[in-house]
């Protein structure tokens, strides 16, 4: 892993494509991850950014932005009035290209730099998603910024298993994700487990169950439709889907998304999220309800079409 320090004259990345019905902005305190060479990493969309990556290999680089706490300081004013005349609040997405707590964080402390920015200049919204149980080291930070602005952690756990076959670990076990989403939720913060991208899952009702005590809603996002291409296509060209297959060969359709929202729907009720609109905090009432309200709208069967925000 090569790590280098560097500065940037910006920090907030205006929205397009997949986040801009989530939120206004997106900001990455780190270029690259850690994460990259992980099991989360073999399927990561932002590996096949060449504005990124610059020709290196996903999971061998991180920049860390040292001053990404003043540049957000400098354009919190002409952001956030840029998102409000847009009749859209100034909710921002940390982060969507890197991981914001990868082991690295405790000894450059950029994201925590940016959360204090934060509790001195707070967006109107601000969604944290993760993949690292290190995110309940920053409690001390996100629950005063949590009354300062609408915060939503999301936790990502896209199965049950900590290993598929031919695949690399994920940094963060499926246990410690879990401990520090239950952790965080005591503490009395939103917390959102993102099944993302939706992996084999080997006992969907104790998974669903154990969702629903460690968080307030779930999210599933399956790679077809998820990955920023037409079909999944940027994923098929990976390992992943046939380590998908090998253990459940249904689980590289879209299909199996619905299904498994079915499931979650039963221990969630009413608190079950679909693509980016469950990244959005829009709930689908039921997955019975989804498929029929897609139809009378016209959506390719299996495609979720946003719905009205609901609070939980």
């Known amino acids: 892993m090569i790590t280098e320090t560097t500065e940037v004259r910006s920090i907030l990345t205006r929205t397009t494509g997949y986040l801009r019905t989530v939120c206004s902005h997106s900001l990455q305190p780190y270029r690259g991850c850690p994460f990259g060479a992980s099991l989360c990493g073999v399927g990561c969309y932002v590996r096949h950014n060449v504005y990124v990556t610059q020709g290196r290999d996903w999971g061998s680089f991180l920049e860390v932005r040292a001053n990404a706490a003043e540049a957000y300081r400098k354009a919190f004013d002409r952001e956030r009035r840029w998102a409000r005349e847009r009749q859209e609040g100034f909710v921002i997405f940390l982060s969507s290209a890197t991981e914001p707590f990868p082991p690295g964080e405790a000894r450059h402390g950029v994201t925590r730099s ?77 917390v959102v487990i993102t099944v993302s991208p939706l992996l084999p899952i080997a006992d969907p009702e104790a998974f669903f169950a154990r969702v629903a005590g460690a968080a307030d ?96």
């Open 114 to 190: 940016v959360l204090s920015a934060m509790l001195d200049q707070p967006p109107d919204g601000l969604i944290v998603q993760t993949h690292s149980h290190h995110v309940a080291g920053a409690l001390d930070l996100l629950r005063p910024l949590a009354q300062r602005c609408d915060l939503r952690v999301h936790v990502s756990i896209e199965t049950d298993r900590d290993r598929l076959p031919g695949l690399p670990p994920p940094a963060s076990s499926v246990e410690r994700r879990f401990a520090a989403a239950a952790s965080l939720k005591g503490a009395g913060l939103r």
């Open 217 to 312: 809603a779930v999210v599933l996002d399956h790679f077809i439709g998820g990955d920023g291409s037409a079909l999944g296509a940027r994923t098929l060209k990976t390992a992943l889907p046939t380590a998908m297959a090998a253990v459940a060969p249904g689980s590289i359709e879209l299909a199996y998304r619905d299904r498994m929202a079915a499931v979650a729907e039963r221990f969630l009720p009413g608190r079950v999220g679909v693509g980016p609109d469950g990244f959005a905090g829009r709930w689908v009432a039921s997955a019975q309800k989804t498929r029929r309200l897609d139809a009378e709208r016209g959506a390719p069967e299996g495609i979720a079409l946003p719905r009205e925000p609901a609070d939980f």
